[in-house]
């Protein structure tokens, strides 16, 4: 019924109004929904088109409007060249607690698993307080690796930590 599909320029607009929509719940995206432009939109898909991967999932009630969409792109510089970071994922605050986090997450790693052996890693930062969002990345195989303490403004301006973890791709080719 969900299935994903690599994100195009078409996407735009939908993409546009997706992280809107997530920007705006409490635990959405470390984004407000007044930082949420076009501009910003259209900078992270450009960047994953040119060195990353970008999946979206579209409401099978209406193809034009997304319900999930999650990027992540490769660091510049060479030695980072076995990384994917920048990880980012939305779910429409309607289709939430219905799988399509976990759908789209698994899509993206079995695509890294299937056709990207240049990938060793896959790293994202989760807010200490998005227990539900952690516990989901543990499930499908991301492994904590650190706290940094005090990096984000949380509820009710309280500073918490931001979470570091990484997922490591089984089917990975060893440098040569």
Request: with cysteine; proline share 7%.
């Amino acid at each position: 019924m969900f299935n994903a599909r690599p994100a195009t320029t078409a996407d735009l607009e939908a993409i546009y109004q997706l992280y809107k929509s997530v920007a705006a719940q409490p635990i959405g995206i470390a984004r407000s929904p007044e930082e949420v432009t076009k501009e910003y939109v259209q900078c992270f898909m450009s960047e994953a088109n040119a060195a990353g991967i970008e999946l979206v999932i579209e409401n099978p009630d209406d193809p034009l409007e997304l319900i999930a969409e999650i990027h992540c792109t490769r660091p510049a510089p060479k030695i980072f060249s076995q990384v994917l970071n920048e990880l980012t994922i939305a779910v429409h605050p309607g289709f939430q607690g219905r799988g399509l986090g976990k759908k789209i997450f698994m899509s993206l790693l079995d695509f890294i698993t299937t056709n990207r052996p240049d990938i060793l890693r896959v790293e994202l930062f989760v807010q200490e307080s998005n227990e539900r969002a952690i516990a989901l990345y543990k499930k499908i195989g991301f492994v904590p690796e650190g706290r940094f303490e005090k990096r984000i403004v949380g509820k009710h301006q309280q500073l918490e930590a931001d979470i570091p973890m990484a997922w490591i791709n089984p089917a990975h080719c060893a440098i040569k």
